[in-house]
């Protein structure tokens, strides 16, 4: 407050912004209620279209069914263990030698693996 009452063009522009205040809030406001309606308009019409990948349901008809279903990977997802009790094909699944290769330089992000988890 002392450099606002020596400059006087600092109290010129705190006055600027504590005046501009007000009306930058309603602005605010009639944004928020723009984007409220819309929200509420986007909900209600796609009403759950976006909960899969695949047309026909999202259990049906998927890739996901021909790669994993009924394998250690299902049951792995289904049922997740703590890095220590996983077997060592569980934990190569996160290594290099995975078959859901992410990342080409993994052992440089990572060189610590498979002692420790790298996620």
């Known amino acids: ?44 019409y796609l009403k759950g279209r976006f909960g899969m990948c695949m047309s026909g349901g999202p259990y049906e008809n998927s890739v996901w069914d021909d790669m994993i279903a009924n394998t250690t990977f299902e049951e792995f997802l289904t049922y997740p263990v703590e890095w220590a009790e996983m077997t060592d094909t569980e934990k190569s699944w996160f290594g290099p030698q995975s078959p859901f290769k992410n990342s080409s330089k993994f052992m440089d992000d990572c060189p610590s693996w498979p002692d420790e988890p790298c996620c």
Do not use: C, E, K, Q
Request: no cysteine; net charge positive.
């Open 1 to 44: 407050l002392r450099v606002i009452s020596r400059i006087p063009g600092i109290r010129v522009v705190v006055n600027a912004l504590l005046n501009a205040l007000p009306d930058t809030l309603n602005v605010l406001a009639v944004i928020l209620i723009f984007i409220l309606i819309f929200s509420i308009f986007a909900v209600t």
